[in-house]
């Protein structure tokens, strides 16, 4: 799933806080790229694992109990954005990507 | 029902309160169909609650009356029985039906009593029990033709006489009110707090004549006068008696009396006869007669019990009362007048705050024994359970206001004699999770409504989490919330959880706050930062499908539509290769829309004078109507006419949850507007309001609210009732729930809406006219903005590139999503 080389998505300022965009992969697979509040970036799988739908960059971003989550938008379950493990069943996760913004450009390394 | 081959025969006496209370315990404990019910009933309409008989004046409707339809017994109504054959144990009806029984029960109420005033005969003197003796004094004050004031004599100055005032007030009588006793409400209330409520009283146009009594009443042409024993004469329209209550017992079966009138009972409530009961304001139970529905209740309890072979004895009766009428509070609880021996009383008569309370404790003031409340009777609900228990610490002191926690056994409602244990027991057994469940599954609180605030009180207690924080991010309520957004004019969420929550919010708070900034208009839900905390439906303006697509949902107002446009929603379903059905909302739902396609769709539907139909949105869904006059041979006004009015007054109004509304052109009730929010059903002389229906997954007819009003009227009431809701409601909460959560119930909730009890109806308009004058179709908004539409697309490094994990098959002729493979998880 993870590609293996540099996979520019978007300018940083294409993204607005808390609000999740979808990014396509050369392989055909989705990742959803998500700015905190705070100004951090982070990349997880786009298919929500319990409904199967392409859809975790549509969900509300927020925290629970401090640790930044993204809510489906099919069946509200929470992921943490930085490990990508689901916090209201921690035995499910998304797979997390690696990314950086380098020169004002998002990119999944 | 299947019976066993050779049932017993009850026959019941009277289809009052107590006697519908009698069947439907003992249909509800004879499981194994021992026994066959008949019923026979003078009035020509099944029991009804007389308890609320006041509000009959609201609305002239019966219907608001009605109790729970009985089931599995013959009911014969506008039968009075004449006589009863005791040997033969049978009884004969005035139409000459004889039924023969195996037990008889006496359920026959009471008659008011009329003191032997001359002229008491003369029309225009009512008495005051039935709906038909309300219908009658209607009728007489319809039929006055008074110039100037009208004015109606109330005789008699208890509980009774003042709601007879009051709902001589609601037709537009100033009422005299006389009373023989040098105080109103003798029987409960003390001198003290007999001051102040006449005070009270008397400021809402009532005149109050104590100590004295009418001495005659003459006809003078078309009025009435009464001449009073202090040599005061009134000039009238109206006469109501309202001087006390006597058994009913005309019916002469040569049993034994209580020495104050009544079929006189043992505590199982049996006559001397030991197959007859008697039950209700006609039984003398050790001698005392009853005039209040639950002691009634027990004795029907008792009754059902023993029927089937039980024990049961009577436990008591709790008289204490609130009276909620006139706008002031007064209630009496316990031995309000210490006549235990050595009681103390502890007075506090606050003439400027016009409030009086009085509670009598025992004398080592260890143990609470009753109390009287005047002006504010919010401390009721508590202290009335805790008679004859100890007195808790600190509520003597002055201004006392102790944390009251009550002891098991401690009865928290009186009207259906439920403990504090009974609700407590069901609250952690987990069946019970709030107000509502709670009146569902113990009856608690579905009486007069006064120990609703307890309920509240009990959850908490038991640990339920009734927390009014709406989440972790805020530990304000909704209701809190939007008070300080409205206060404070915040107008972004960022800003709101700085000052008053902490974090960064969650999908519980986040929509819930941007409905609360939508309801206050804050410009379009996808604005700035306000994109961030909608719900996925209302991110999109669409619907989200089980496989990530959309569904479109065009507004049809009232469900009518022209034959143009419905090509254009054939054509553009066509053009998108959409599925296409027809909701329960009397409009048409397009599936299977990608993001990408989303705008393109809109711009052809906008285009063709569409708009929103928010069926993403908590906000007002469709207003639903029947063809009404214009159309149906029994329509008797314009009900499409008047759906698409109101659609198209509340489009786009975002609340606690969403809102449906029909309306309905005569009463056959085609559009279903009793299983709405906001319903309206024509009348001959005009509409009339029901609010607080639901369907969905606990179903509820709506209440009425408001009869027989103009058009004008109609929408003030629903503006005032929709903005209230809007302001007070938990998030999610439907206003079915939020009707039945509400302290004081309806007739709360008409006080604010009808008589601005609160003095907000002015607010609440204003608002709803900023609403109706702000209002801008959502998808036009995004068609309008670059911005905006830049969001809707599938990838944000690959606009245009659909999504490939959503792909379609064909059935029945249309398209419909192929189900996803959910890999790793069983759901
Ligand atoms: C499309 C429609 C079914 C249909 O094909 O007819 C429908 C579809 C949905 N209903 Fe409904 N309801 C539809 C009429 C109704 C009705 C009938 C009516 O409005 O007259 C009811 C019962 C009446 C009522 O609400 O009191 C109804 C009671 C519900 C409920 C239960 C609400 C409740 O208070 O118990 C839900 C769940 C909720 O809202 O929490 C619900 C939720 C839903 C959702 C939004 C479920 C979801 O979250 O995905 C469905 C969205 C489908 C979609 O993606 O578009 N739907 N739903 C109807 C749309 C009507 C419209 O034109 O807007
Ligand atoms: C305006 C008003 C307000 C009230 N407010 C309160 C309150 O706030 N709290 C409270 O606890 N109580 C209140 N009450 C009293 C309460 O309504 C009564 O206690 C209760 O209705 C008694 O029920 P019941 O079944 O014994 O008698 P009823 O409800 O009077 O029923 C008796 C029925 O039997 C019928 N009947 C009589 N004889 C015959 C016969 N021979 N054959 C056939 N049918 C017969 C009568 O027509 C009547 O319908 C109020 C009463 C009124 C009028
Ligand atoms: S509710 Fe009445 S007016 Fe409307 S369609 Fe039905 S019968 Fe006709
Ligand atoms: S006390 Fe009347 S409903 Fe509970």
Redesign the pocket.
Known sequence: MIPRCVTPVCALSALRPEQGVAALLPDGSQVAVFLTHEGAVHALDNIDPFSGAAVLARGIVGDRGGVPVVVSPVYKQAFDLRTGVCVDSPSHSVAVHPVRVRDGVVELT | MTLPNNPMQLVVIGHGMVGHRLVEALRAKDVSGTWRIVVFGEEKRPAYDRVALSSYVDTWRSESLELAPLEGADIRLGETVVSVDRERRVVTSASGVEVSYDALVLATGSTPFVPPVPGRDLPGCHVYRTIDDLDAIRETVKSAHGSGRRAGMVLGGGLLGLEAANALRGMGISPHVVELAPRLMPIQVDEGGAGLLKRLVEKLDLTVHTGTSASSIERDGSRLIAKLANGVELDLDVVVFSAGIRPRTDLDLGLELGPRGGYAVDEGCRTSDPDVYAIGECAAIGGTVYGLVAPGYSMAEVVADRLLGGAAEFPGADLSTKLKLLGVDVASFGDAHATTEGALEVVVNNAVAGTYSKLVVSDDAKTLLGGILVGDAAQYAMLRPLVGKEVPAGLLEPGGNAELSLPADAQVCSCHAITKQTITDAICAGVCTDVPTIKACTKAGTGCGSCVPLLKQLLTECGVEQSKALCEHFDHSRAELFEIVRATRVTSFSALVEKHGRGRGCDICKPAVASILASLGNGHVLGGEQASLQDTNDKFLANMQRNGTYSVVPRIPGGEITPEKLIVIGEVARDFGLYTKITGGQRIDLFGATVDQLPQIWRRLVDAGFESGHAYGKALRTVKS????TW?R??VQD?VGLAIDLELRYRGLRSPHKLKSAV????????EARGKDFGVI?TENGWNLYVGGNGGFTPRHADLIASDVDTETLIRYIDRFLMFYIRTADRLQRTSAWVEGMDGGLDHLRDVIINDSLGICAELEEAMAAHVGGYADEWRGVLEDPEKLARFQSFVNAPGTPDPTISFREERGQKVPVQLGIPEVAR
């Open positions: 029947c063809v009404g006059t149906c029994y329509g009900s309905s052109g005569c009463a056959r009730e085609c559009a024509a």
